[in-house]
């Protein structure tokens, strides 16, 4: 009997009716990961290990306690994995909470992913279209914004051909345009975002400041501890998918304490 695949990569063998089964041919070539590998994952990510099932169950986060007013600039720290993209997409909407309560008011600018809706087959006037409609616009004010975005974008005739001719600086540009073109009570970010050549990264820098600037609340999670000084005046950390609080005081002591040590 020649050997079969049950259940994805995991070999199976038959023999007819009564025999043994057979031993694979490629027996030697396989091998399932170890229970070290799954607890090794657990450790990185915050999960934890299935016993019954031998999968590993990630729970991104847990026992969050969260209370953000106007004003507030709130800066998340923490390692890969931690939970700070999920805790953002959580705060955008993208998300629902398994447990316990959440409750937003006002309107929300998502800078997470400025490229989400991009569409490489429809042109970059499209786009503008499309994108505004996932950032929760409406048509009229999308045709409204439109000529500020073209014109801030400097992409000229090229909004009219497919995203998908452009060079990635390009699409950047045209991605970036459309994301910061709306003013939110509450922004969201995943880094400080910078794309372009010389003359364009000038002007979206003045962009991302108007951005925020306008904001009531913002919510950044970086891995730049100089950022994070500079631009919140509060600071959680996420640890394995926790909060742990951080004093803002002796954080910009440590900070100053690294810029001198460098």
């Given at each position: 009997a020649?050997p079969?695949?049950?259940?994805?990569?995991?070999?199976?063998t038959v023999?007819r009716?009564?025999?043994?089964?057979?031993?694979?041919?490629y027996?030697?070539?396989?091998?399932?990961?170890?229970r070290?590998?799954?607890?090794?994952?657990?450790?990185?990510?915050g999960?934890r290990?299935g016993?019954?099932?031998?999968v590993t169950?990630v729970?991104a986060?847990s026992?969050i306690?969260l209370?953000?007013?106007?004003?507030?600039r709130?800066?998340?720290?923490?390692?890969?994995?931690?939970?700070?993209s999920?805790l953002l997409r959580?705060?955008a909407?993208?998300?629902?909470?398994?447990?316990g309560e959440?409750?937003r008011?006002?309107?929300?600018?998502?800078l997470?992913?400025?490229?989400l809706?991009?569409?490489?087959d429809?042109?970059?006037?499209?786009?503008?279209?499309?994108?505004?409609?996932?950032?929760g616009?409406?048509k009229?004010?999308?045709?409204?914004r439109t000529?500020?975005?073209?014109?801030?974008s400097?992409l000229?005739?090229?909004?009219?051909?497919?995203?998908?001719?452009?060079?990635?600086?390009?699409?950047?540009?045209?991605?970036?345009?459309i994301?910061?073109?709306v003013?939110?009570?509450i922004?969201?970010?995943?880094e400080?975002?910078?794309?372009?050549d010389a003359?364009?990264t000038?002007?979206a820098?003045?962009?991302m400041?108007d951005?925020?600037?306008k904001s009531?609340i913002?919510?950044?999670?970086s891995?730049?501890?100089?950022?994070?000084?500079?631009e919140?005046n509060k600071v959680v950390?996420?640890?394995?998918?926790?909060?742990e609080?951080?004093d803002?005081?002796e954080?910009?002591v440590?900070v100053?304490?690294?810029?001198l040590?460098?």
């Amino acid at each position: 009997a020649a050997p079969t695949h049950r259940g994805g990569c995991q070999p199976k063998t038959v023999g007819r009716r009564g025999e043994a089964p057979l031993d694979p041919p490629y027996h030697s070539l396989y091998r399932p990961p170890t229970r070290r590998v799954f607890h090794f994952a657990a450790s990185v990510t915050g999960g934890r290990f299935g016993k019954e099932t031998g999968v590993t169950v990630v729970q991104a986060l847990s026992d969050i306690n969260l209370e953000l007013r106007s004003g507030d600039r709130l800066g998340l720290i923490g390692h890969n994995g931690a939970g700070k993209s999920t805790l953002l997409r959580t705060l955008a909407g993208v998300y629902e909470p398994s447990a316990g309560e959440f409750r937003r008011e006002g309107s929300v600018s998502s800078l997470i992913d400025p490229s989400l809706g991009i569409e490489m087959d429809a042109t970059g006037v499209e786009n503008i279209m499309l994108r505004g409609l996932v950032m929760g616009m409406s048509k009229k004010e999308i045709d409204q914004r439109t000529p500020e975005i073209c014109e801030f974008s400097g992409l000229g005739q090229y909004v009219d051909m497919p995203v998908r001719t452009y060079s990635t600086g390009m699409m950047m540009r045209l991605a970036f345009s459309i994301s910061t073109s709306v003013e939110a009570d509450i922004l969201l970010m995943d880094e400080w975002l910078s794309v372009g050549d010389a003359e364009f990264t000038e002007k979206a820098e003045k962009r991302m400041r108007d951005v925020v600037s306008k904001s009531g609340i913002l919510v950044l999670a970086s891995h730049s501890p100089d950022l994070i000084a500079k631009e919140c005046n509060k600071v959680v950390k996420l640890n394995h998918g926790r909060l742990e609080a951080v004093d803002m005081e002796e954080y910009m002591v440590e900070v100053a304490e690294r810029r001198l040590a460098v």
